[in-house]
C-alpha cells in the first residue's frame, strides 16, 4: 500500500515552460487535493476533486489545471510557468471531506 | 473564511519536557486536524478531533469548541520530536476544505 505517490520530487523550470506534476494514490480516496506551500506561509489549496470527472478550484488556482479522469490520479499542470510558481507542492488525499488526509512526499520547483 | 493561528512560532525546549502548541481559530468548525511535517518535508496526519481529547503514544491533542482553541501537548518530549506542528481547521462550518496554519517548528535538544 503505497499511499499517495507524487512525482517528481525536484524540477527546475525555466520561465514559460510547461509541466505536469503526478499524483496518484492507492487508497481509493474519493477526495484529491493539491496544495503550494510558500516560506513562512500555511498550505494554500490550487485545486481539488470529490471524485473522477469533478474538479474545482481551490484559494490560488491561477496558472494551474487539474483533471480527474480515475479515482486513483489527480494531475497538476503547469502551462507557462512563472517564478511566482516557485514553490512546494503536495498532493493530498482523503476518503471523504474533513476525513484524515493522507499527503505525498512534496514536489519541490524553482521556476528560472 | 476561517482565520488560524498558532502560537508559539517557534519553540526549542531540552529533552524529556513538557510540549505544548496552541491553536486558535475564528469561525465554528466541525473537527481539526493536527499534522506533522518532517525537518524532510514530508507531512504526517497525526489526530482529527472534533471534541475532547484524543491520545497517541506520547502524543496529546485537545480541543475547545465554545472557546475555538485546540492545544498538541508532547509529553517526555524526545529529539525525533523536532518537526513542524500544523494546525488545519474547514474554510467554514459547512465546508469542510482545510486552511492551515503556518505551524509551530519545534527543536528538542538533547
Known amino acids: 500500500n503505497a499511499g499517495v505517490t507524487q512525482t517528481p520530487k525536484f524540477r527546475i523550470l525555466k520561465i514559460g515552460q510547461s509541466m505536469t506534476l503526478q499524483c496518484t494514490q492507492d487508497m481509493n480516496h474519493n477526495y484529491m487535493y493539491w496544495y503550494r506551500q510558500d516560506p513562512g506561509m500555511g498550505l494554500k489549496l490550487i485545486y481539488y476533486s470529490v471524485g473522477a470527472g469533478i474538479t474545482d478550484k481551490g484559494e490560488v488556482p491561477n496558472g494551474y489545471n487539474v483533471s480527474r479522469s480515475t479515482t486513483e490520479d489527480f494531475p497538476l499542470r503547469l502551462e507557462l510557468a512563472a517564478p511566482s510558481q516557485t514553490s512546494v507542492y503536495f498532493c493530498?488525499?482523503?476518503?471523504?471531506?474533513?476525513?484524515?488526509?493522507?499527503f505525498g512526499s512534496g514536489t519541490r520547483l524553482t521556476v528560472v | 473564511k476561517n482565520e488560524v493561528e498558532q502560537s508559539p512560532q517557534n519553540l526549542t525546549a531540552q529533552e524529556g519536557e513538557f510540549i505544548t502548541i496552541n491553536c486558535s481559530y475564528s469561525?465554528?468548525?466541525?473537527?481539526l486536524h493536527w499534522l506533522q511535517q518532517h525537518p524532510g518535508g514530508g507531512i504526517v496526519s497525526l489526530f482529527m478531533?472534533?471534541?475532547g481529547k484524543k491520545k497517541h503514544g506520547r502524543l496529546i491533542a485537545t480541543i475547545n469548541i465554545q472557546e475555538k482553541h485546540s492545544s498538541l501537548h508532547i509529553t517526555a518530549s524526545h529529539p525525533r520530536d523536532s518537526a513542524v506542528y500544523i494546525c488545519a481547521v474547514p474554510f467554514n462550518f459547512g465546508n469542510e476544505k482545510l486552511t492551515f496554519g503556518t505551524g509551530t517548528r519545534l527543536t528538542i535538544i538533547p
Open positions: 469561525v465554528g468548525i466541525s473537527a
Open positions: 493530498a488525499s482523503s476518503h471523504a471531506e474533513g476525513g484524515g488526509y493522507t
Open positions: 478531533l472534533s471534541s
